[in-house]
């Protein structure tokens, strides 16, 4: 006992000590956090099987923009992963085919590269995968392949922009190069130099004193546990209601990752959305439920954390949220290709 009392003491002039020396206590702040999280680098990341040249990422931006991928030709890429809204679409749930909506909230599309998985399930393996998902889906593009390929040869400027971002392929315009090329853009749309990207890389004026306690405590909550890494999130899989179940409408009767593996151990089981850039995502979780950020850091500090936090821990957790906001990409609108008489026509039922 005499030994614990002891031990206490140390830890107690410890904390004093720091508190007095707010440099100090920065520089553990920061290599705490450096433990946990890295930058987001400047420049894109080189893509397993698919790397990238001019030619393609400027094919993918065209891609991403292009309304006729999908059976309406209304719907883009960019129509529920907007550039200029964060990479979401500011909805519940994304409106699609025929004003259908579809199950879940549209996850943002920048710094995606970086996620283990797509998809708020993980179902598809990487972007390009991803990019084959909704163009095919009836609530979303409403497509099929064949359409694809026959709209895309229909245009004698798609034809070209083909062969110079696949050179040496006999027969360039293909559903997996659509697929391809849109991946190695969507990778050149990550957003980095955060207030958070600067304090991680050295510089201890980067944050205000909220933002740095609000940094301790997710840290010290458990919150960096399923929100590390370079995405703070996006690396893996985890339950939703660890502590307490959230209310059923949040839930919305989704059981997540088991839809995919089948697995009872996966019910509820959803991949970590990313949190950099989160103010500019609303709304939030996999229903789009709930609109403000204060209102879903409550929800996850009653749903997943053993201490629900305090009131001015929640309004310091929010200005460190904040301050992941990095420089958004810059993306010019492209000039889309012209149809021609060969041009499938709009389908809208």
Same mark, same amino acid.
């Given at each position: 006992?005499?030994?614990?009392?002891?031990?206490?003491?140390?830890?107690?002039?410890?904390?004093?000590?720091?508190?007095?020396?707010?440099?100090?206590?920065?520089?553990?702040?920061?290599?705490?956090?450096?433990? !946990?999280?890295?930058?987001?680098?400047?420049?894109?990341?080189?893509?397993?099987?698919?790397?990238?040249?001019?030619?393609?990422?400027?094919?993918?931006?065209?891609? !991403?923009?292009?309304?006729?991928?999908?059976?309406?030709?209304?719907?883009?890429?960019? #129509?529920?992963?907007?550039?200029?809204?964060?990479?979401?679409?500011?909805?519940?749930?994304?409106?699609?085919?025929?004003?259908?909506?579809?199950?879940?909230?549209?996850?943002?599309?920048?710094?995606?590269?970086?996620?283990?998985?797509?998809?708020?399930?993980?179902?598809?393996?990487?972007?390009?995968?991803?990019?084959?998902?909704?163009?095919?889906?009836?609530?979303?593009?409403?497509?099929?392949?064949?359409?694809?390929?026959?709209?895309?040869?229909?245009?004698?400027?798609?034809?070209?922009?083909?062969?110079?971002?696949?050179?040496?392929?006999?027969?360039?315009?293909?559903?997996?190069?659509?697929?391809?090329?849109?991946?190695?853009?969507?990778? #050149?749309?990550?957003?980095?130099?955060?207030?958070?990207?600067?304090?991680?890389?050295?510089?201890?004026?980067?944050?205000?004193?909220?933002?740095?306690?609000?940094?301790?405590?997710?840290?010290?909550?458990?919150?960096?546990?399923?929100?590390?890494?370079?995405?703070?999130?996006?690396?893996?899989?985890?339950?939703?209601?660890?502590?307490?179940?959230?209310?059923?409408?949040?839930?919305?009767?989704?059981?997540?990752?088991?839809?995919?593996?089948?697995?009872?151990?996966?019910?509820?089981?959803?991949?970590?959305?990313?949190?950099?850039?989160?103010?500019?995502?609303?709304?939030?979780?996999?229903?789009?439920?709930?609109?403000?950020?204060?209102?879903?850091?409550?929800?996850?500090?009653?749903?997943?954390?053993?201490?629900?936090?305090?009131?001015?821990?929640?309004?310091?957790?929010?200005?460190?949220?904040?301050?992941?906001?990095?420089?958004?990409?810059?993306?010019?609108?492209?000039?889309?290709?012209?149809?021609?008489?060969? #041009?499938?026509?709009?389908?809208?039922?």
């Amino acid at each position: 006992m005499k030994g614990r009392t002891i031990l206490l003491s140390i830890m107690t002039l410890g904390l004093i000590f720091m508190l007095s020396n707010p440099a100090l206590a920065s520089d553990k702040l920061m290599a705490d956090a450096q433990e !946990y999280f890295k930058p987001i680098p400047a420049a894109a990341p080189t893509l397993e099987g698919n790397p990238a040249t001019p030619a393609k990422v400027e094919l993918g931006k065209i891609l !991403y923009f292009e309304p006729r991928l999908s059976s309406s030709a209304l719907i883009s890429c960019n #129509t529920c992963h907007n550039v200029g809204l964060g990479g979401a679409d500011f909805q519940e749930t994304s409106t699609g085919h025929g004003w259908r909506k579809g199950p879940r909230n549209a996850p943002t599309v920048l710094n995606s590269v970086y996620n283990v998985a797509q998809f708020w399930d993980g179902r598809a393996k990487d972007l390009a995968e991803q990019a084959k998902g909704p163009v095919q889906a009836s609530v979303e593009m409403n497509n099929k392949p064949e359409m694809v390929i026959k709209t895309l040869k229909s245009m004698p400027e798609y034809i070209e922009l083909f062969k110079k971002a696949f050179p040496g392929e006999a027969d360039p315009v293909t559903f997996d190069n659509m697929a391809k090329a849109i991946e190695v853009f969507e990778a #050149t749309l990550v957003t980095p130099d955060s207030p958070f990207d600067l304090f991680l890389k050295g510089n201890a004026t980067a944050l205000n004193e909220s933002e740095k306690k609000g940094l301790a405590s997710f840290i010290n909550n458990g919150c960096a546990d399923c929100h590390g890494g370079i995405n703070m999130g996006g690396d893996d899989y985890y339950s939703f209601g660890v502590i307490s179940a959230p209310a059923a409408r949040i839930i919305a009767g989704d059981k997540g990752r088991f839809l995919v593996t089948k697995a009872m151990s996966d019910e509820f089981v959803f991949k970590s959305p990313s949190l950099r850039n989160i103010e500019l995502t609303a709304p939030y979780f996999h229903s789009g439920k709930v609109w403000g950020l204060r209102a879903a850091v409550v929800v996850m500090s009653s749903a997943q954390l053993e201490s629900v936090l305090k009131k001015e821990e929640v309004n310091d957790v929010v200005a460190f949220l904040k301050a992941t906001t990095g420089k958004q990409p810059v993306v010019d609108h492209p000039i889309l290709p012209k149809p021609t008489d060969k #041009t499938p026509q709009p389908k809208l039922d």
